[in-house]
């Protein structure tokens, strides 16, 4: 199953913070009923590619809905196709099984 780790940076806002920008982006991903794994500068979310690109689309609508007056998304795709793939056994691989 595809991964796509997506980061959305406002520029121009109120604050430095974006965390509001990633709760948002988090609130989306669960509406769209996707599993997601928060990283300390992205959101990793794991479902069929209609889906990630749908979620990516509503998420960088979200943020400029927000009042925020410029958004940038950054989003990478990991499709394998030759063995399956979710967010569990990517990191269970980096972590040596543990």
């Known amino acids: 199953m595809p991964l796509m780790e997506i980061s959305i ?18 609130r989306v991903v669960e509406e769209k009923g ?3 794994q928060i990283t300390p500068t992205a959101t990793v979310v ?3 590619l209609d889906s990630l690109m749908s979620a990516a689309s509503d998420i ?7 009042g925020i ?11 394998r196709q030759d ?13 040596g099984g543990r």
Request: charged share 25%.
């Open 9 to 26: 940076v406002p520029v121009g806002g109120h604050t430095p913070s974006f965390s509001e920008t990633v709760k948002e982006a988090c």
């Open 34 to 36: 996707l599993s997601f």
């Open 46 to 48: 794991e479902g069929d």
């Open 60 to 66: 960088h609508r979200a943020s400029l809905q927000n």
């Open 69 to 79: 007056q410029r958004v940038v998304t950054q989003i990478t795709i990991d499709d």
């Open 83 to 95: 063995e399956p793939m979710d967010l569990e056994s990517q990191v269970s691989k980096v972590n």
